[in-house]
T-cell receptor
Framework: SAVISQKPSRDICQRGTSLTIQCQVD?????MFWYRQQPGQSLTLIATANQGSEATYESGFVIDKFPISRPNLTFSTLTVSNMSPEDSSIYLC????????FGQGTRLTVV | DAKTTQPPSMDCAEGRAANLPCNHSTISGNEYVYWYRQIHSQGPQYIIHGLKNNETNEMASLIITEDRKSSTLILPHATLRDTAVYYCIVRGYFYGGSQGNLIFGKGTKLSVKP
């Protein structure tokens, strides 16, 4: 198993600003994954972050909007840039491939 | 799009077995059936997965039909803490370690009532 810590757990941000979400894992992992869960919806994969290489983004998500860093095998950040109210969601990081483990999520509200 | 179909909601009495169905008629031979649940305001939690044989662990049992087109997750003695959204997911095994096809559908909202 893996223990995943996300910061912040929640935030309220002004439109046009950016927020960086941190994800810390208690063990070294090759791949980390970022998901978005819009209000009342299911989870959608944003991107896969592999240490030492550029993140791979899913259709509908771009690096300029959601830049990701992966400086080492236990840490990653996701930035939500130039936010609008439509970005209000829960953002979750995840590790593991066979059995995926998820953080508690960051609840973002953009006003 | 998700490759599974689940009822949007179900109720279950506390202490009774909760049987959550899932249809996956287009499943291919190398695809597994995974179950996760998401308790309110928490991240999803892995429950169980299987290929074609029935599986059991400390949380639940997974029954997969012989033709593999449907499955049932069984919580043998549901408690109030089992109230959650349950997701049935079909995915292949990627040796490259990709989680890319972990596609969440809408799931079943299970309400366990006293």
């Amino acid at each position: 198993s893996a223990v995943i810590s996300q910061k912040p757990s929640r935030d309220i941000c002004q439109r046009g600003t950016s927020l960086t979400i941190q994800c810390q894992v208690d063990s070294q992992v090759t791949m980390m994954f970022w998901y978005r869960q819009q209000p009342g919806q299911s989870l959608t994969l944003i991107a896969t972050a592999n240490q030492g290489s550029e993140a791979t983004y899913e259709s509908g998500f771009v690096i300029d909007k959601f830049p990701i860093s992966r400086p080492n095998l236990t840490f990653s950040t996701l930035t939500v840039s130039n936010m609008s109210p439509e970005d209000s969601s829960i953002y979750l990081c995840s590790v593991g491939t066979d059995e995926a483990f998820f953080g508690q999520g960051t609840r973002l509200t953009v006003v | 799009d998700a490759k599974t179909t689940q009822p949007p909601s179900m109720d279950c009495a506390e202490g009774r077995a909760a049987n959550l169905p899932c249809n996956h008629s287009t499943i291919s031979g190398n695809e597994y059936v995974y179950w996760y649940r998401q308790i309110h305001s928490q991240g999803p939690q892995y429950i169980i997965h299987g290929l074609k044989n029935n599986e059991t662990n400390e949380m639940a049992s997974l029954i997969i039909t012989e033709d593999r087109k449907s499955s049932t997750l069984i919580l043998p003695h549901a408690t109030l803490r089992d109230t959650a959204v349950y997701y049935c997911i079909v995915r292949g095994y990627f040796y490259g370690g990709s989680q890319g096809n972990l596609i969440f559908g809408k799931g079943t909202k299970l309400s366990v009532k006293p």
